[in-house]
C-alpha cells in the first residue's frame, strides 16, 4: 500500500486487505473516525505499582534521585544550586512503577439487521479498520461479530478476508433485540468490567436491556433528496459524544464495498486504462500566476511552486491522482485553499479539494442537464483551468473556460444534491486573476445588429456585470507579466487585432505590434532589465524550437528549446515563462536572470 498518503500510514496494514482504489475511498473515514473514537488507553506503566527502576527525567522529585551531575553545582557553586533548586531547574531520576495487567480486550458488536443494511455498512466497515488497529495498538485482543448471529459460529477475532466476507453475508430481516444481545454477553463473558465494548447500529440499540455502559456508534443515512453521505456519532461510556458526516464514494465503488470489496474486477469503462506513466502532457499556469500546474499521462495533476532563481531549492508539489474511472476535468490553485481538481466520472462531476463557502471548507459535486454542452466533449482541449475568487462573504466563485472557448460558471455547492455547472459566456478567448479580481477577455461577438464589434473585458463576479471595450478586432488575447506601466484592469494584456497585428493595453495607452508571418504568439511579457524595457510578444519561430521577443525595439531571441515544442505559456504574474517539448521535456525559464529555473526530462523506459 505505498501510494497511501502519510496520514493514513497507521492503517496500512489493515487498508492492504482492500484494492488501492477502494483504500483510497475508505481512507479518509478511517482517519475521521478514528479522531472520534480516540485511543484506547494502554494499562500498566503508572504510579502506584510496585517500582520498576527508572524512566526518563523529571524536574521535580526527591533529593536521593538528584542526578550525579547536579551534585557538582554544591562543589563547584553553591549559590547556584540553591537557585536551580528554587527555580524547579534541577535533575530527577524518574521511577517507573508495574502494575497487574489483566486481560485485554475490543469487543465489537455489529448490527446486521433492516435497520443498517446498504449504505451505513460502508461506516461499519471502516469502523472495524479503525477499531482492529486501535486495539493493536496497545497489545489488546480483538473480538468481533454481528449481533443477529450465533457467537458459536460467528465470532471473529482480528481482521482478515474472509471474517470481512462472512460479515457482509451475514443479513438478517430481524431487527437487534435484547435477546441476541445476552446471548452474546454470555458467550464472550462480558459482565465482568472493565471492557471495551461497542455496539454498532442505528439509535435504538441503546434502549435495548443490557447495553447499560457500553459504548456505542450510531450511523444513520440522511432522508433528504439527493444526499450522498452518512452521519456516524460516536457515543463513548465515559466520554463526550462526536459526530462525523461521511460523505460516500461513486455509486459504482458504494457496490463494491458491500458486495465483494477485495475484488480488483471493475466494470468496464468507457475512459483509457489508468498507467503508471508520470509522463507531463500539459501544463498551464495558475490564475495568479504563481504556481504551476503539471498533467501526467497516468491522470495525475502536480501544483508545483516556480522556484525563485536557478539556485532556490524546489519545495514538493502538491499532487492529486483521481481514482480509476474518473478523467480530469480541469484544475486550479488557490492561494487560500490549496488544489482543485475537477474530474468527471460517469455522468456527473466531482471535485476532489474542498470549496470555500461562509460556512466553511464543503465537498461539491456537479451536474450538466445537456449532455452536448459538457466542457469535457473535445478531448484534445483537455485539461482546462480553473479560476478562483473569493467574494467578501467568503464564499468561492469558479470558472472554468474549454476549448470551445466557452466560460463555464460552477454553482457553489450546497448540503442537498449537486451543484449546477452552466455557461456564463460565449467565446472567451482568455482569464487570469489580475490584482486580485478575476477577469476574462470576450471576443468580438460580429456584425450583427446590436452585437459587439470589438473586444472587451469582463470583470468575474461583480453585479452588474462591468465590461470594458478593448479595440481590437480578432480577440485572440494574452495576460502577461509586468512591473509597472499596466493597465488598471486587465495589467499587461495583449489582444490580436489582425491577422498580424497586436495591441498593448498599458495605463497610457495602446501599443501596436506587428509579429512577422510563420511566428506563434504563446504570451506577453516586459523582461526585467537593468535598463527600462518595454513590454512586448513571445512568439515561437517557425523552427518551432526558438522563442523571439518582439516589441517597440529590435526583435531578440530569448531561447532555444531542445527539440519541437508541443505547448509554451508565460506566467503573468512574475517573469517566468514554460515550454513543453514533443519529447516531453519541460522547462521553466527565467526573463530576468535568462537561465533555466527548472527542467523536467521523461524517465527512460526500458
Known sequence: MTALPPALRPWATQLALFPEDLAQYLGPHVARLSAALGTLRPRGEAEGGEPQGYDGLSRRGNFERLLVSEWLWALEAPEELVRRAAFGELSFLKPAFRQPQGARRTVVLLDVGPDQLGLPRIAHLALLVVLARRAEAVGAAFTWGALQTDPARATHTGLSGTSLLAWLEARSPTPASAQHLTTWREALDLSRAPEDVWLVGSSRLGRLEGAEGMSRVEVCEPMEPGAHRLTVDVRPSARVPRSVVLEL???????RLLRNPFSSDRAPSAWPPRTADRRIVKFFFSGEGRRVLLFSANGGVEAMAVPHSPRATLPKPRRVQVPSGQRVVAAGWRSKGGLLVLARHLGAYVMHGQVHTPKGFRKARYHMTDDL???????????????????????????LKDGKDRLFSLAPPTSVGTSALVVEEEQVSAMAEVNSRPVCVLRPQGGGAGQAVISR????????????????????????????????????????????????????????????????????????????????????????????????????????????????AASHGQPVFGWLTQAGEFVLWDLMEQAVLYRSVPEATP
Open 457 to 568: 473585458l469582463k470583470v468575474l463576479g461583480e453585479e452588474p456585470a462591468r465590461k470594458v471595450p478593448l479595440n481590437a478586432r480578432q480577440g485572440e488575447a494574452y495576460f502577461g507579466y509586468s512591473p509597472s506601466g499596466a493597465h488598471p484592469d486587465a495589467g499587461l494584456l495583449a489582444v490580436r487585432d489582425k491577422a498580424l497585428d497586436w495591441r498593448l493595453f498599458l495605463d497610457t495607452g495602446v501599443s501596436v505590434l506587428l509579429v512577422p508571418e510563420g511566428f506563434r504568439v504563446v504570451g506577453v511579457v516586459q523582461p526585467p532589465a537593468a535598463a527600462p524595457s518595454p513590454p512586448g510578444l513571445l512568439a515561437l519561430a517557425p523552427d518551432q524550437r526558438t522563442f523571439h521577443f518582439f516589441s517597440r525595439e529590435s526583435s531578440r531571441v530569448l531561447a532555444v528549446a531542445s527539440g519541437p515544442v508541443e505547448q509554451a
Open 249 to 255: 464514494p461513486p455509486p459504482d465503488d458504494c457496490l
Open 373 to 399: 454542452g459538457r466542457p469535457d466533449i473535445v478531448g484534445s482541449a483537455l485539461p482546462l483551468s480553473l479560476l478562483s475568487w473569493v467574494d467578501p462573504q467568503g464564499q468561492e466563485h469558479l470558472w
